[in-house]
């Protein structure tokens, strides 16, 4: 680092591998990572990022992310301590921003609390739910949200869902503002029949998606002009089911996933995804948009830009 460029707070780690963080198991080292445990550690590695100019990324569950063969080459965070905690405040559940959210769902169960129930197949922390306006089973975000509040260099701000630009798979959190803590605003319920509610889910996902392999969930987001046919469907009518490149594979159970057969590298996930992207569009016309993040500078493959 030049002279002029501040130290970074206590805490920071170098070149910390973050393939291990991720359910993909790709990806190189990033230059800094961080666990703050507080807002206000959260706050100041923020502000330092900002002032030495170096960009900042956040690992939640790691379960929706792909980090680039190169690493990244900025702050990676990781929300620890409160940050990843919940507690219950009447019939609301207030939860970190990396808190995962099955676990808050559970937790919500355990007191007799419902209506974030759908959250127990969403394999994601609190904050990158929020983010990316994430959904399942009919169960909607926006709809059990309080209010979030974002920690951004210049301090903490609280935020309520009208003011988050909800759209679907994304919200308008740029770089550089992390989700600290969410309110949810509950209902009372008795905690068997949520427990059994959720039970349903969880066996209907089973059903549905592989389990027990290293993937990232959703490979792509369903299109909206595909005439109701989701991702998945899309892939595998166009042959995509099982088919390989290097160590990644679309899943034979669900052609939406790809899953790391032992030795992948974020450079064949990216191959892979390309195959299957320009086969639906060569059949369909429909161009698939990825929905799982990218941390650090990746090279699409030739072919990835479809017209």
Not at 70 to 76: E, I, Q, S, T, V
Not at 218 to 239: D, Y
Not at 289 to 302: C, D, F, N
């Amino acid at each position: 680092m030049s002279p002029s460029v501040p130290a970074p707070p206590p805490g920071v780690e170098r070149d910390y591998s973050l393939a291990r963080l991720t359910t993909v198991r790709t990806g190189g080292p990033a230059d800094f990572f961080a666990r703050p445990s507080s807002e206000q550690e959260l706050i100041d590695l923020l502000a330092w990022a900002l002032q030495a100019g170096v960009e900042v990324g956040v690992v939640g569950s790691g379960s929706n992310l792909l980090i680039a063969d190169d690493g990244f080459r900025g702050l990676a965070i990781k929300l620890a301590g409160e940050l990843a905690d919940f507690e219950r405040d009447g019939q609301r559940l207030l939860a970190g921003g990396g808190a995962r959210l099955p676990s808050a769902a559970a937790k919500a169960a355990s007191w007799g609390l419902s209506g974030l129930e759908f959250g127990i197949n969403i394999p994601g922390t609190v904050g990158g739910a929020v983010k990316m306006n994430a959904n399942a089973y009919g169960g909607e975000l926006a709809k059990v949200l309080e209010w979030v509040d974002v920690c951004t260099a210049d301090g903490r701000d609280r935020r309520r869902p009208d003011q988050l630009g909800f759209a679907y798979r994304s919200s308008n959190l740029k770089d550089g503002e992390v989700v600290s803590r969410a309110c949810f605003r509950l209902q009372g319920g008795e905690p068997q029949a949520i427990k059994q509610t959720m039970g349903g889910m969880r066996g209907r996902r089973r059903e549905a998606q592989p389990s027990g392999i290293k993937t990232f969930g959703s490979t792509f987001k369903n299109p909206e002009e595909s005439e109701g046919r989701t991702a998945g469907q899309l892939l595998e009518a166009a042959g995509c089911q099982g088919l390989e490149r290097g160590g990644a594979r679309f899943a034979p159970k669900h052609a939406n996933f790809v899953e790391n057969t032992g030795d992948a590298t974020t450079a064949d996930v990216l191959e892979l995804m390309a195959e299957g992207r320009r086969r639906v569009h060569d059949r369909f016309g429909v161009i698939l948009e990825p929905e799982v993040q990218v941390l650090g500078e990746v090279g699409w493959p030739q072919g990835w830009e479809l017209r």
